[in-house]
């Protein structure tokens, strides 16, 4: 009998959350990561929990959405009581500016598209007057014709929330091991063996959740894991007077006052680096939405890796030829922490995913694969 009921591998914000969950459901839990050399979608996440838009051709991700923005108050209200960090979760509703009666009118066929796969969402596109009455006293760039907006929509700050993740971790009893990145896992006799730097961990289940770390571990349970890598460019400016009331996909004000801006979707491998042509876009689309952004200083401009599957949906499965081994794989580790932290790690203890998460099998892109 191993020691641990569950070893999660990644410690980033889709691992933590759902290791945080594994915890609340008194699970004995070890988090293996690589610490601060891991390559930490979070660091280029722009914070937003983001429901309108989500699951045009998948309607199970809009409904896995909207369930986790009705979470997420309850998630941030028990990381600060029992981490004592506020994640400055904010849900005020969100919006997508339009540039232009040709954008409009692509967004507004958009909307349609969602209305008809399902009844969860609840965007309206409205017009430039409505988009003043809820931005007062913001002058808007004079190519801004309207705004879809969704009620559910809020932002958090990315880094608080993983801070609190580990010490809420750390508070009830889960062991993070950032010197312990998993090099080799295998299945012995009902229980998972992980390799390490720092030696042999042993588990009755196994989550990897390592993000671009997945494919190859995968491999050895029978589990075949696509994964996209893009690049996103974001920028943070100086610290101003509050006056961004909710936030947009384009920008948005933190809890700090600083203004988020971006990000760029850059297919180039696993490159970090920023270019001058890429933070331009954003920025210019930005000034062209709030012309008076262009008077606020930038204080820093950086990237980082996001994880995508190739449909850009999330992907769920549990290994047939090894089971109790599970793979979570999204771009939306904050969205979605609120499930993986609740609905997720319930179905992880419980040892089988339900109906539910069948869309989300990876066998949708018809990969070959033994589970």
Request: aromatic letters at 6%.
């Amino acid at each position: 009998m191993a020691e641990l009921d569950v070893l999660v591998i990644g410690g980033g914000l889709v691992g933590s959350a759902i290791a945080y969950g594994l915890r609340r459901h008194s699970q004995r839990v070890t988090v293996l990561d690589e610490g601060d050399t891991a390559i930490r979608a979070a660091r280029a996440n722009g914070g937003l929990v983001w429901v309108q838009g989500k699951g045009d051709g998948m309607p199970a991700y809009a409904r896995w959405t909207r369930r986790s923005a009705e979470l997420w108050g309850g998630l941030a209200n028990d990381l600060k009581e029992v981490a004592g960090i506020d994640v400055q979760h904010r849900q005020p509703g969100g919006l997508v500016f339009c540039l232009g009666d040709s954008e409009s009118e692509a967004r507004t066929r958009t909307i349609r598209r969602l209305h008809n796969q399902t009844d969860t969402h609840e965007i309206e596109m409205i017009d430039r007057t409505r988009v003043e009455t809820l931005l007062p006293g913001l002058r808007l760039g004079c190519e801004v014709t309207g705004a879809s907006f969704c009620p559910h929509d809020g932002h958090v700050n990315p880094l608080l929330l993983l801070r609190g993740l580990h010490a809420a971790l750390k508070r009830l009893g889960v062991a993070y091991r950032p010197d312990a990145p998993a090099r080799v896992v295998s299945w012995e006799r009902g229980v998972f063996v992980v390799q390490t730097p720092a030696g042999r961990f042993e588990a009755g289940k196994l989550v990897l959740a390592a993000g671009h770390g997945i494919p190859v571990l995968a491999r050895s349970l029978g589990l075949a894991a696509p994964i996209v890598v893009e690049r996103g460019q974001i920028m943070i400016t100086e610290r101003v007077a509050p006056f961004m009331p909710l936030p947009a996909l384009e920008f948005r004000q933190t809890g700090d006052g600083t203004v988020q801006i971006g990000a760029t979707h850059e297919r180039v491998g696993y490159n970090l680096s920023t270019t001058p042509r890429g933070a331009a876009r954003f920025v210019d689309r930005a000034v062209r939405v709030l012309p008076s952004l262009a008077s606020v200083q930038v204080a820093r401009v950086w990237a980082g890796l996001r994880v995508l599957t190739p449909d850009g949906c999330p992907a769920y499965m549990q290994s047939e030829t090894c089971p109790g081994s599970f793979v979570a794989i999204c771009h939306s580790g904050v969205t979605l922490a609120a499930a993986h932290a609740a609905d997720l790690a319930a179905a992880i203890v419980a040892g089988a995913l339900p109906d539910s998460f069948t869309p989300f099998h990876p066998r949708r892109f018809d990969v070959p694969q033994s589970a």
